[in-house]
């Protein structure tokens, strides 16, 4: 061992003082003195994908004859992702029994005019090492499918054909209510309460329109879905000026050719009769309270159960993705931060947020405390969830009041500036993956008609100050709150104190005297 530590330090000096060591074979031959700062003799030169435009960053965007858009972004590599995004979700289901977009949610990449199955579907992908997958969400229906490159003209095909061509067969539709009910049972089963407040809020906030609509199908209306709605639906929603066709690591040219071909002078399976008017109603903040008395105890066991907890959401009106307004507060909301009481700390984990450092940090019987911001083409939500022990429900309503109240102070410039760099960073992480940028390709052309590119963003998050937030969140308290509660609410606080907190200076529930506790 000594002896090969003092060949080491021999070898080191004789570096680091310039004297050449002949290295040598096993056979005694000595190695090539090779500069590795230049080309290696006899090597072909290598071809380095480059940039050398502006318009090879850029989302290129076309139009078709029927109005339908293309969109596709550049990305090196063997793989592209290649969907459908329509102008269709809940929030469109007023004239329908709600539940209408779950059920295509659930139908997507079943049984089409070309294809007899989903098995044959998935067989056809696997060909081009495919995977595909539908969401639904409030306002966008997206379809989507990553495959090779070299399968673009058969995955478009494909594409056109699930989207314009489903038989929605009497035997599909009724797995799909098999599949709806088992998910509205997991949903009211699951230990993470994420989902059902979500949609409480939602509810509470919009009440009865747009928005607020359900997200899953209520219960009584899993029977009334049909095969003739579901068309009347499509036939209203599905048209080509509600669609975008966007690519991720597909040559634009070539998708527009594909487009044209499978996407163009189809005839939908539904027919070209008579469609119902489309509802463009815009979204009314109504605020308001939705309760849900549950027994929580039993909710997780196991050697290691979740305690009972009761599970508050308080929630303001913010503004659409489409105001100027909408980079202030998704900074504000990065600046709330928060998370479970268990988060593991570690630099950019938000251990610095305020729900951090004003609330999880100093209340240590609250198990989470979390911001969330929600956005749309004309409204946004800007909520808090926490949960606690239900003995104390009212102190943590307080806590939450308070935080909220205290957004309007003036942010400190270390606090907003980790706040700007942590969204930045957020962002530029997320749009390394190849579906998401595919998801946020289409979400800007089909809501703006274009795309903002990741430095604008940047730009647009530094520029935003301490008064941006101050005059965002003074806007914001001025609307009336929406809370969602879940679990045992016997220690809620009134609707009214909540509002009387958020209007007050210090963001504190109105004192109750009992003669007896």
């Not at 066709?245 to 044209?260: I, K, N, P, Y």
Request: glycine fraction near 8%.
């Amino acid at each position: 061992m000594a002896a090969r530590v003092a060949r080491f330090r021999c070898w080191s000096r004789l570096h680091r003082y310039g004297l050449v060591v002949c290295r040598r074979y096993s056979s005694g031959s000595a190695y090539p003195n090779v500069s590795l700062s230049c080309p290696l003799p006899g090597i072909p030169k290598p071809i380095f994908a480059s940039v050398d435009g502006h318009e090879k960053y850029e989302t290129r965007i076309t139009t078709l004859e029927n109005g339908l858009r293309v969109a596709s972004q550049n990305k090196f590599g063997q793989f592209c992702t290649i969907g459908i995004l329509v102008n269709s979700g809940s929030r469109h289901e007023a004239k329908y029994p709600s539940g209408v977009s779950h059920f295509l949610e659930k139908l997507a990449f079943s049984s089409t005019a070309q294809y007899g199955s989903k098995d044959e579907i998935l067989l056809t992908l696997e060909k081009h090492g495919g995977i595909c997958d539908c969401q639904t969400s409030r306002d966008t229906t997206m379809y989507a499918v990553s495959a090779e490159v070299k399968g673009l003209d058969t995955v478009v095909s494909l594409l056109s054909d699930v989207v314009l061509q489903p038989r929605l067969t009497d035997d599909e539709i009724e797995m799909t209510r098999m599949a709806v009910r088992f998910e509205l049972e997991d949903l009211n089963m699951r230990p993470d309460p994420e989902p059902l407040l979500t949609e409480m809020i939602h509810a509470a906030a919009y009440r009865g329109n747009t928005v607020g609509l359900p997200r899953f199908t209520p219960v009584e209306n899993v029977e009334k879905i049909n095969k003739a709605m579901l068309h009347r639906y499509l036939q209203s929603y599905y048209i080509p000026e509600r669609m975008v066709l966007a690519g991720v690591g597909v040559d634009h040219e070539q998708l527009v050719h594909c487009a044209s071909k499978y996407l163009l002078g189809v005839k939908p399976v539904w027919g070209a009769g008579t469609p119902d008017k489309v509802d463009r109603s815009l979204a009314q903040y109504t605020g308001g309270i939705i309760k849900c008395e549950k027994d929580m105890s039993d909710v997780s066991l196991g050697p290691t159960p979740i305690p009972e907890l009761t599970h508050i959401m308080i929630g303001l009106e913010s503004c659409s993705f489409l105001e100027e307004d909408f980079i202030p507060f998704a900074v504000l909301n990065m600046m709330m931060g928060g998370g479970g009481s268990f988060s593991a700390g570690g630099p950019g984990k938000g251990m610095f947020t305020r729900l951090y450092l004003n609330v999880l940090n100093r209340h240590h019987w609250m198990y989470n405390a979390t911001s969330y911001h929600h956005s749309y083409e004309d409204t946004g939500l800007l909520c808090i969830h926490a949960s606690a022990d239900p003995r104390q429900v009212r102190e943590m309503v307080e806590i939450l009041t308070r935080e909220f109240i205290q957004m309007a102070a003036t942010a400190g410039e270390m606090e907003l500036e980790r706040a700007k760099t942590q969204l930045k960073s957020m962002l530029m992480m997320n749009l390394e993956s190849r579906p998401i940028i595919f998801e946020d390709v289409g979400r800007q052309v089909l809501a703006t008609g274009k795309r903002k590119l990741p430095q604008e963003l940047c730009d647009l998050i530094n520029r935003v100050t301490a008064a941006d937030i101050k005059r965002v969140t003074t806007k914001m308290l001025r609307s009336k709150p929406a809370v969602a509660a879940l679990g045992d609410l016997s220690e809620l606080p009134t609707y009214e104190h909540i509002q009387a907190a958020l209007s007050s200076k210090d963001g504190r529930l109105p004192r109750i005297y009992r003669l007896f506790r």
